[in-house]
């Protein structure tokens, strides 16, 4: 916990300050109390005396003053908070490789279903798109909040010949950038989520695509998926066709563009990554204020120091 006017807190002193003289006087009271010679007196006159309860008022009194100047400081937390405007593109790997089945069921059945509790865990007006990719890259949503229709087409996905990673970031940045300024006339922030288990056999260089979404400061955070294990089955191949994971092209386009990387070997590890994904891009720490906090608990503790001097002494604190 953090106070946004820290400084209103030096009041507490003035609080330590009367919960010193409250000391001071019951002193002062013990010592005249002990020089009353006649005992039996004041036995006689005062045949109950309320001991420790008489202090418990001014105890919660006390308490109560301190949580007041606390919630005057100010007081709050760190809280997440769904981002309103910003966007994301998912581009995910359709190449044959895909279909490997050292990830069970597949490589792509369990990229669907990752994909989809990904889209789940986003904040509902996050702009969100997809971008499918194989020999080439196509925008199948464009950016949007409509969720069911991300959901429709992540289980449609289809697999293809040969891999275009460097045309699937320059897929992304074309949806992006379909995407209208806000009122102010500001671009809302963006980041690529690019999973893939291979290495670009089409289209533009990464380097070249990475350079790019680096020159218009949009991340991309890859997700390298499947094992070193990896393999498929072609009718026309007498052997099967190894189909390791590229990690290391993977890993320099997020480096270039100060995104993240990732590695996912199972699908539950790749439904992991995206939900650390999901909870970095798309919400965003704020202090939020907590002072009704502190006041509710001031008043609470006020209205118990009123009842329990009423119900000891008659008589309001």
């Given at each position: 916990?953090?106070?946004?006017?820290?400084?209103?807190?030096?009041?507490?002193?003035?609080?330590?300050?009367?919960?010193?003289?409250?000391?001071?006087?019951?002193?002062?009271?013990?010592?005249?109390?002990?020089?009353?010679?006649?005992?039996?007196?004041?036995?006689?006159?005062?045949?109950?005396?309320?001991?420790?309860?008489?202090?418990?008022?001014?105890?919660?009194?006390?308490?109560?003053?301190?949580?007041?100047?606390?919630?005057?400081?100010?007081?709050?937390?760190?809280?997440?908070?769904?981002?309103?405007?910003?966007?994301?593109?998912?581009?995910?790997?359709?190449?044959?490789?895909?279909?490997?089945?050292?990830?069970?069921?597949?490589?792509?059945?369990?990229?669907?279903?990752?994909?989809?509790?990904?889209?789940?865990?986003?904040?509902?007006?996050?702009?969100?798109?997809?971008?499918?990719?194989?020999?080439s890259a196509a925008i199948a949503?464009?950016?949007?909040?409509?969720?069911?229709?991300?959901?429709?087409?992540?289980?449609?996905?289809?697999?293809?010949?040969?891999?275009?990673?460097?045309?699937?970031?320059?897929?992304?940045?074309?949806?992006?950038?379909?995407?209208?300024?806000?009122?102010?006339?500001?671009?809302?922030?963006?980041?690529?989520v690019l999973m893939s288990d291979?290495?670009?056999?089409?289209?533009?260089?990464?380097?070249?695509?990475?350079?790019?979404?680096?020159?218009?400061?949009?991340?991309?955070?890859?997700?390298?998926?499947?094992?070193?294990?990896?393999?498929?089955?072609?009718?026309?191949?007498?052997?099967?066709?190894?189909?390791?994971?590229?990690?290391?092209?993977?890993?320099?386009?997020?480096?270039?563009?100060?995104?993240?990387?990732?590695?996912?070997?199972?699908?539950?590890?790749?439904?992991?990554?995206?939900?650390?994904?999901?909870?970095?891009?798309?919400?965003?720490?704020?202090?939020?204020?907590?002072?009704?906090?502190?006041?509710?608990?001031?008043?609470?503790?006020?209205?118990?120091?009123?009842?329990?001097?009423?119900?000891?002494?008659?008589?309001?604190?």
């Amino acid at each position: 916990m953090s106070f946004l006017d820290p400084m209103r807190l030096w009041l507490l002193a003035a609080v330590i300050g009367l919960a010193a003289t409250y000391l001071l006087l019951q002193r002062r009271r013990r010592t005249y109390a002990l020089r009353f010679t006649n005992v039996d007196l004041l036995a006689s006159v005062a045949p109950t005396r309320p001991g420790w309860r008489r202090h418990v008022p001014a105890v919660l009194f006390l308490l109560s003053l301190s949580t007041l100047v606390v919630a005057w400081a100010r007081p709050a937390r760190d809280e997440e908070v769904p981002r309103e405007r910003a966007t994301i593109m998912m581009a995910i790997d359709t190449s044959l490789s895909m279909q490997a089945e050292d990830v069970a069921p597949t490589r792509l059945e369990a990229a669907k279903q990752s994909a989809l509790d990904f889209v789940e865990l986003l904040p509902p007006k996050l702009n969100v798109g997809l971008v499918t990719f194989n020999g080439s890259a196509a925008i199948a949503v464009p950016p949007t909040t409509d969720r069911e229709l991300l959901a429709a087409s992540i289980g449609n996905l289809r697999l293809g010949e040969r891999t275009a990673i460097g045309e699937a970031i320059f897929a992304s940045i074309d949806a992006i950038q379909s995407v209208p300024a806000d009122e102010e006339g500001s671009t809302p922030p963006a980041r690529i989520v690019l999973m893939s288990d291979g290495s670009t056999t089409d289209g533009r260089p990464n380097e070249v695509a990475a350079a790019a979404a680096k020159e218009l400061g949009i991340p991309v955070s890859t997700i390298a998926f499947g094992t070193d294990d990896g393999y498929i089955e072609i009718p026309q191949e007498p052997v099967p066709i190894p189909v390791p994971v590229d990690r290391e092209a993977l890993r320099d386009i997020a480096a270039a563009t100060d995104g993240q990387f990732y590695e996912a070997a199972t699908g539950e590890q790749l439904t992991a990554v995206y939900e650390d994904i999901g909870s970095s891009i798309g919400y965003t720490t704020e202090q939020v204020e907590i002072s009704t906090w502190f006041v509710g608990l001031a008043m609470a503790l006020l209205f118990v120091t009123a009842g329990l001097s009423m119900a000891w002494f008659s008589r309001l604190p």
